[in-house]
């Protein structure tokens, strides 16, 4: 098993930053069975986005939407990926979900519980 947990959310106003951190937890083979992590965010009665990616491999990629605003990184050591929102715009306002890809499979399988992010204008 393993679980994600997000934190970090809030309300802000247009143009100001958030961090959110996701910890993976529950195995103590993570670094094994992990072998990418991501940040995707929704919008009510919407299809989940993928906004951030970050595998050890290729390092990271982001949806244009968000590029040059957002910065993710990951901590192996501890396990942790963050999320550096800056310039956030009022249309970055969704639930925002760290998920994991498990080594043996090709797509993102592993989901924290979401965190909200609001941005006012």
């Known amino acids: 098993q393993v679980q994600l947990t997000e934190s970090g959310g809030g309300s802000v106003q247009a143009g100001e930053s958030l961090r959110l951190s996701c910890k993976a937890s529950?195995?103590?083979?993570?670094?094994?069975?992990?072998?990418?992590m991501a940040w995707f965010r929704q919008v009510a009665e919407k299809d989940r986005e993928g906004v951030a990616f970050?595998?050890?491999?290729?390092?990271?990629r982001y949806v244009d939407s968000v590029q040059g605003r957002f910065t993710i990184s990951r901590d192996n050591a501890e396990n942790t990926v963050a999320l550096q929102m800056d310039n956030l715009k009022p249309e970055d306002t969704a639930v925002y979900y760290c998920?994991?890809?498990?080594?043996?499979?090709?797509?993102?399988?592993?989901w924290g519980q979401g965190t909200q992010v609001t941005v006012d204008s």
């Open positions: 998920a994991a890809r498990r080594c043996s499979s090709r797509d993102y399988n592993e």
């Open positions: 529950g195995s103590k083979y993570l670094k094994s069975l992990i072998c990418a």
């Open positions: 970050w595998d050890d491999v290729s390092g990271p």
